[in-house]
């Protein structure tokens, strides 16, 4: 019963295999095209050797190349933060006036890597600061934070590193406790909170049941087997990368520090000197001739009327920063930063209050600046009237300036807008934006979290890192607050880099004697089966829906008298493994062999059920069921031809099943099986598909089970040919009835 089901499904992929074939050939094409080429590893190269481990510094991701040039092919694209083992460098193609590759190995992969797109690992110092240790067991560091701390510290003796202890919210409020990293690590992982590329490896997206749909990841494909969380095609995050990037000691290194930069104001370390700095060579460093476009070499003055008093000012860009952090409590750096982030160094149209329309009104941050036709006119239309768009509220005007029809204006009420969301709420630094776990937060604890993509911290720390590197600027006296967790592990939670699959689902079960209690479902763990005592093995089979699952213990099993017990493994392409249990009891009864026999002209022949004709409703379950002998103390099942159960509405088709059960026996004592000449497909009709399936045969020798190829022969010459063929046709254009006994 169980294989016949199988064949069936089987078929009907078949069935389908032609259409979908020409499709898939043709997105494989596009997509090898357009994403990229695969390629054996490269040839490991003579070079300097180097013997660590790096990481990925761009935000954009780093290719992996065959070669030490961008001519050649790209064996895949190393996302942001990947660990990478610096195995040489070597000289290549000059990029950007760099002519220095790293060949790396990269997973289960090895190739080039441009090396200013690698970021090496820190250089230990050379010698103890007492001064600096002394300040570090004042802070509560661990010491597993430490050996980074002392590097960052030596190359950059400004920073200044403050641990922050996070507090567990479930503790009571006078008093709470240290927050566990497991605690915290089960709390981000709920469905829903944490998300990743739809294009992120395998081991980066979730496997829970609410995220995964294994069912629809038949033979490897990921069509549909992940739930989308929206339209830009996020999915659920794993476990694994959720606990890699919620560990702070994977990111005390030098570029992805700063997604614990404060983002508060901190006046000793937060002066107009460097934001000077960070502004120079941007629109609002000097000014520019009208008429030549040339700068002047005089230093750009912004004239204002302040609305709290009517007066009128003159500031430059860098003090309107520095006010804008001493009024809103937010880091000037941060907001120049995110000015240049969102409108360019060379600025856009937000900025210059030209557009028509919208003279004279600014939008430093482009806030309110949704997608659409014209973000920027949505910007300013924001900056002008408010969420409303017809003009702001009392409470716009109050906390946010609005509107901001004035360059001092703009950025100082922006500011606010930024500030008062998260910053000022204690959610002051990237990482406590995208994981607010602290107990003591001014929001809800694990809620109020600004952004779902798990990367995100990353990618920011990367922007913000590559901006200071750019501007000089990285020696400036920055301020982060490090998270500190309880009962870390041991070692920091190591980046996931595989790309094989966790699917470990059975899509069934087959069995050579008795019936599975209960029926098979994945999700199902343990079964039992009866058999009498003259069966002494049984075959066990599974099938997996992915086709890089593998299923261990099938085959032959002896049955002792009692209870056996077989425990099928079914083990991912990634090696986890999933348990099935089946129990056999095998019986000390002996079952009533019977030869079953129908009236009413229907026809039995060597196990097969025949002359149920179609046109005549003969094989109609009820009719069926009423023309059979059935013996005391026996009931008779009758199925499908995939398996199911059939009422007597039910219309049979070849591969339909009659069982007659002795008494509460699980294992039937004869079977029937149903054979309706042409009707191949088991549906109880003589059609198309029956023709289809006749063809695979014939041209294609596909293989079928017994009763199907019984019900092929229409002619009952022993072969399947032309002739057969002819019956089905005629049968379906001129009404032509074929023999059935």
């Known amino acids: 019963m169980m294989n016949l089901r199988q064949s069936d499904e089987s078929r009907a992929r078949r069935r389908m295999s032609i259409k979908r074939s020409i499709v898939f050939i043709l997105v494989a094409v596009l997509f090898a095209s357009v994403c990229f080429t695969t390629a054996p590893n490269a040839a490991p190269p003579e070079g300097e ?4 481990i790096g990481q990925i510094r761009t935000a954009n991701g780093a290719s992996l190349r065959s070669q030490p040039t961008r001519r050649s092919s790209r064996l895949s694209l190393l996302r942001i933060c990947f660990p990478v083992e610096i195995l040489a460098k070597v000289v290549g193609q000059e990029v950007d006036g760099v002519n220095t590759w790293y060949y790396v190995k990269a997973g289960t992969l090895e ?15 050379p010698k103890v ?55 915290a690590l089960d709390a981000e992982s709920k469905p829903g909170i944490n998300m990743v590329f739809r294009s992120s490896l395998l081991s980066h997206r979730s496997y829970e049941s609410s995220d995964y749909y294994y069912w629809n ?24 990368i959720i606990a890699y990037s ?61 609305h709290r008093d009517d007066t009128t000012r003159t500031l430059t860009y860098p003090e309107i920063f520095i006010e804008a952090a001493e009024i809103t409590n937010v880091n000037p750096f941060f907001l120049v930063q995110r000015c240049l982030m969102e409108v360019s160094r060379d ?11 919208y003279e004279n009104y600014y939008n430093f941050y482009n806030i309110g600046a949704t997608a659409g036709g014209s973000p920027i006119a949505n910007g300013l239309k924001y900056a002008r009237y408010g969420r409303t768009g017809s003009g702001p509220t009392a409470d716009e005007q109050e906390r946010y300036w609005l509107p901001w029809n004035n360059q001092w204006r703009a950025i100082i009420g922006g500011a606010f807008w930024i500030g008062s969301g998260y910053i000022n709420k204690g959610q002051d630094t990237q990482y406590s934006q995208k994981f607010n776990i602290d107990g003591d937060s001014l929001t809800t604890t694990y809620g109020h979290q600004y952004m779902g993509n798990v990367y995100a911290p990353c990618y920011e720390a990367a922007r913000v890192y590559g901006m200071y590197e750019k501007e000089g600027l990285l020696n400036m006296p920055f301020v982060f607050k490090i998270p500190v967790l309880a009962e870390l592990p041991e070692a920091p939670s190591p980046y996931p880099t595989s790309n094989e699959s966790l699917s470990n689902w059975l899509k069934s079960v087959s069995i050579s004697a008795g019936t599975l209690t209960p029926a098979f479902n994945p999700e199902i763990y343990s079964y039992s089966v009866t058999v009498d005592a003259t069966v002494n093995e049984i075959t066990i089979s599974g099938e997996p829906f992915h086709e890089k699952c593998t299923v261990n213990n099938t085959g032959i099993h002896p049955l002792n008298e009692g209870e056996n017990t077989i425990v099928l493994e079914a083990v991912s392409e990634r090696g986890t493994k999933r348990q099935y249990t089946i129990v056999v009891n095998k019986t000390d009864q002996i079952p009533t062999v019977i030869n079953p026999t129908v009236n009413d002209s229907y026809v039995t022949r060597e196990g097969l059920l025949l002359n149920a004709c179609p046109e005549a409703g ?13 013996p005391e103390r026996m009931t008779v099942t009758i199925k499908d031809a995939m398996g199911n159960v059939a009422t007597d509405e039910t219309l049979l088709g070849t591969g339909a099943t009659i069982e007659w059960f002795e008494g509460s026996a699980s294992s039937p004592s004869a079977t029937l099986t149903l054979v309706i000449y042409g009707d191949t497909s088991g549906d109880g009709f003589i059609n198309s598909d029956d023709l289809t399936e006749i063809l695979e045969q014939m041209y294609k020798g596909v293989d079928f089970p017994s009763a199907v190829l019984k019900a092929m022969d229409t002619t009952r010459d022993g072969f399947i040919n032309s002739d057969d063929l002819t019956d089905v046709l005629v049968h379906m254009y001129k009404g032509q009835p074929i023999d059935q006994q």
Do not use: C
Not at 49 to 52: D, F, P, V, W, Y
Not at 259 to 284: C, D, R, W
Not at 350 to 355: E, I, L, N, T
């Open 347 to 357: 600025g856009s149209n937000s900025v210059f209050g030209k557009v028509e329309g």
């Open 129 to 183: 600061d007492p001064d600096f240790e002394a300040y570090m067991t004042d802070q509560g560091f661990p010491e597993s934070y430490k050996p980074n701390l002392r590097s960052l510290h030596y190359k950059y003796p400004n920073w200044v590193f403050k641990a922050q202890h996070i507090k567990d919210v479930d503790s009571p409020k006078s008093n709470r406790k240290p927050l566990i990293f497991q605690k």
């Open 111 to 125: 190739g080039y890597v441009h090396s200013t797109l690698v970021m090496l690992p820190m250089v230990p110092p």
């Open 217 to 240: 990841d038949y033979k490897g494909s990921e069509m549909n087997a992940w739930k989308i969380y929206d339209a830009g095609g996020w999915m659920g995050a794993s476990r694994e």
């Open 49 to 52: 050797e180097i013997g660590k």
């Open 246 to 306: 919620l560990d702070p000691r994977n990111f005390l290194n030098e570029q992805q520090i700063f997604q614990f930069e404060l983002l508060s104001y901190n006046k000793e370390v937060h002066t107009v000197e460097p934001v000077q700095m960070a502004i120079a060579g941007t629109f609002m460093d000097k000014e520019i001739d009208e008429e030549t476009g040339e700068e002047t070499g005089e230093v750009k003055r912004v004239t204002f009327t302040d």
């Open 618 to 630: 003969r094989n109609q379950a009820g009719k069926i069921r009423a023309a059979l002998d059935i």
